[in-house]
């Protein structure tokens, strides 16, 4: 519900200051007629980038610290997970896409122009 303050505790100084600046100027928004519904919807998109992104940003902090991500374990529960870390069963890994599979063209429908729409990158099977 607060996103500057969650961002204040976890130690993401910048992104709670982004949140602040930008939460004041939506309710200011909100205030001025006919501006109601710009500054609503940028407060809830505050939110919702907060959201979204907020565990993220902390994970990404912590790597920056020199956390490794190690010894991930895929499991239910807490309990399990560490009975299966403690202990070191080896678990069984998904198999891999092969190299070779991985520029599956995909047919190229948009027969109005060519390229990207919007500056946005093709989905034509290229990388």
């Known amino acids: 519900m607060f996103p500057a303050f969650w961002m204040l505790f976890n130690r993401l100084w910048l992104h709670a200051v982004a949140a602040i600046l930008l939460q004041g100027f939506a309710l200011e928004l909100m205030r001025q007629p006919g501006f109601f519904i710009a500054g609503a919807a940028i407060w809830l998109g505050v939110h919702i980038l907060a959201g979204l992104e907020g565990p993220d940003a902390v994970g990404q902090r912590?790597?920056?610290?020199?956390?490794?991500?190690?010894?991930?374990?895929?499991?239910?529960?807490?309990?399990?997970?560490?009975?299966?870390?403690?202990?070191?069963?080896?678990?069984?890994?998904?198999?891999?896409?092969?190299?070779?599979?991985?520029?599956?063209?995909?047919?190229?429908?948009?027969?109005?122009?060519?390229?990207?729409?919007?500056?946005?990158?093709?989905?034509?099977?290229?990388?």
């Open 62 to 127: 912590l790597i920056n610290r020199g956390w490794k991500i190690e010894d991930l374990v895929s499991a239910h529960d807490l309990a399990t997970a560490e009975e299966i870390h403690f202990s070191q069963i080896e678990q069984e890994s998904k198999a891999d896409i092969h190299p070779k599979n991985w520029n599956i063209p995909a047919p190229n429908s948009n027969i109005s122009r060519p390229g990207p729409s919007f500056g946005l990158p093709g989905y034509d099977g290229g990388r």
